[in-house]
């Protein structure tokens, strides 16, 4: 046990995931203290570890994690994520990742992680089974969308096409047709252009906001201003 609480950013481009985040550390605040949610900016204070959600974005050696590396301010970085492809595992241990982590483990076992990489050791967590997270959030998940449907739905957002998304996500383009059609059935749209309008009126573009844990208010709302 720590002496004093590990210092974590949380790091992701969307408001709901950082959020469902934190309050998945409710419960630990005698051994993680959250002083940064980041979304879409630079850590601008210091931390012991910066957990990066890897939620609608790009594999380990995107600018976006290297520059959470690169910044002096972070001590170490982890991926938390439920990709587990060998070859991303593998990419991120030499990019130098103090950890590898998956979004099916329970709270306890996420803190017992994080302490374990504060420690100096590096941790990767088994494979998952399941693409679903145990704990935080993701956008649609309100409306029904799977954590992979609705990464589907994020990229096309952002206007990413079928083949970059299957290469990002480490499927085939057949799963991520599969995805598509059963995130378009539940949204109620059947063309692209319908479904990037339905994801921007739903929250899948990205927040570039950054807020502290004390201005999320009970129900997982937060202030829109940026610090």
């Not at 210091?46 to 959600?53: F, N, P, Q, T």
């Not at 972070?74 to 990419?91: D, K, M, S």
């Not at 929250?203 to 610090?227: H, L, M, N, Q, T």
């Amino acid at each position: 046990m720590h002496s004093k609480p590990i210092r974590v950013a949380l790091v992701n481009d969307y408001e709901v995931v950082v959020t469902g985040l934190l309050h998945m550390f409710a419960n630990y605040t005698d051994r993680v203290q959250v002083v940064k949610l980041v979304a879409g900016r630079e850590v601008r204070e210091r931390v012991d570890i910066a957990l990066y959600d890897s939620f609608g974005q790009l594999p380990p050696d995107s600018p976006r994690i290297e520059g959470v590396m690169g910044n002096p301010l972070v001590g170490r970085t982890v991926i938390y994520t439920w990709n587990f492809q060998p070859a991303l595992v593998e990419r991120a241990r030499q990019q130098g990742v103090a950890g590898y982590l998956s979004k099916t483990l329970p709270a306890r076992v996420l803190v017992e992680a994080l302490e374990q990489v504060q420690a100096g050791r590096m941790v990767v967590s088994p494979a998952p089974k399941s693409a679903n997270p145990t704990g935080g959030n993701w956008p649609g998940r309100e409306e029904g969308l799977s954590y992979r449907e609705s990464e589907v739905i994020a990229l096309i957002t952002h206007g990413l096409p079928n083949a970059e998304i299957a290469q990002g996500m480490y499927l085939s383009p057949n799963s991520v047709k599969s995805y598509i059609r059963s995130a378009y059935r539940k949204i109620g749209v059947v063309r692209r252009s319908q479904a990037v309008s339905w994801g921007m009126r739903h929250g899948f573009s990205s927040d570039y906001i950054r807020f502290d844990p004390e201005d999320v208010r009970p129900g997982g709302e937060a202030s829109k201003s940026a610090s």
